[in-house]
């Protein structure tokens, strides 16, 4: 090995290292539920937030890594109501997990809204994990409401994702100004409605 590949080798190490070390500390503020921004995160990995921009080119992209793996797969989130065929109590629980979930992270979600709400085409970079909890949670029409009617199928997702999610929650809570177990329980409730009222 010549000194030039030792030299390549080391800095693709060190970048390694400091990409590693940017995630981490932008996971250990997730975790807190604390507000996530990129000059915290650069402050917490002990770079400067220029660095920290070389690696990342903005903050969805750098939540939406460092929230890798932070939530469960909707099989594994729904576990505890998987014996449970009914699709009202399912998504009852789909919605409470969620915006449980959502208030531990909620700086990190409140900062991701943030900076995909000016820029629709990096919404993507949002974890999409509400869709995944409502499939889980309908798994039980499978076979009859959206066999038998697709479009009232269809419909009934789309009145849930308004409902199972961090802009329903954070509406109830800073306009609505509820209390977080309110919040929640106010869309669990409407979640319920929606589905009771699909089925009818």
Do not use: H
């Amino acid at each position: 090995m010549t000194a030039q590949t030792d030299t390549e080798t080391g800095r693709s190490n060190q970048k390694k290292r400091t990409r590693a070390a940017i995630v981490e500390a932008a996971r250990r503020l997730v975790e807190t539920g604390a507000e996530v921004t990129m000059p915290a995160v650069a402050r917490a990995a002990l770079v400067s937030e220029a660095t920290a921009y070389r690696y990342f080119p903005d903050l969805p992209s750098l939540v939406g890594e460092a929230l890798a793996g932070a939530w469960p797969p909707p099989a594994e989130a729904l576990e505890p109501v998987a014996d449970n065929p009914d699709p009202v109590e399912r998504v009852a629980y789909a919605c409470e997990f969620l915006l449980r979930g959502i208030l531990a992270r909620q700086g990190s979600v409140r900062a991701m809204m943030a900076a995909t709400l000016t820029r629709p085409e990096a919404a993507a970079a949002r974890p999409g994990v509400r869709f995944g909890l409502i499939d889980q949670a309908l798994l039980p029409l499978r076979d009859t409401l959206a066999a038998t009617d697709p479009e009232a199928f269809a419909q009934l997702k789309r009145d849930l994702a308004v409902v199972v999610s961090a802009e329903a929650l954070f509406t109830l809570t800073d306009l609505c100004a509820l209390g977080p177990d309110e919040a929640v329980a106010s869309a669990v409730r409407t979640a319920r409605t929606l589905t009771r009222a699909a089925l009818g």
